[in-house]
């Protein structure tokens, strides 16, 4: 059974930062592409950051780059996203996701196999 559970999420003012973690289990994250999404209140999910199995290819939504970055370690199965610079529209909760695929072009457009529970994070004004 394949398994995302993220951590880190919380509160914090507009500025500052936060590190999501996404351990997983259940499936080695090297041969699939992991992703981040939010989804605010009211909103629908979108795409945050991908990087693909091998690490070597990462890509962002356009409202993010420059200030998030999405990282993994593969040896503990487990990917990162961190946050810089945030502001209180990205309040949201924050998904972690697994892809079918060691692309991240898939789960970019929302092709998953599995998510993850979701945090919660709020950026306060």
């Known amino acids: 059974q394949v398994q995302l559970v993220e951590s880190g999420g919380g509160l914090v003012e507009a500025g500052g930062s936060l590190r999501l973690s996404c351990v997983v289990s259940g499936r080695t994250i090297t041969n699939y592409a992991m992703a981040w999404f939010r989804q605010a209140p009211g909103k629908g999910r979108e795409f945050v950051a991908g990087i693909s199995g091998g690490g070597t290819m990462s890509s962002y939504a356009d409202s993010v780059k420059g200030r998030f970055t999405i990282s993994k370690d593969n040896a503990k199965n487990t990917v990162y996203l961190q946050m810089n610079s945030l502001k209180p529209e990205e309040t949201a909760v924050y998904y972690c996701?697994?892809?079918?695929?060691?692309?991240?072009?898939?789960?970019?457009?929302?092709?998953?196999?599995?998510w993850g529970q979701g945090t919660q994070v709020t950026v306060s004004s």
């Open positions: 996701a697994i892809g079918p695929r060691t692309s991240s072009v898939y789960a970019r457009l929302g092709i998953i196999d599995y």
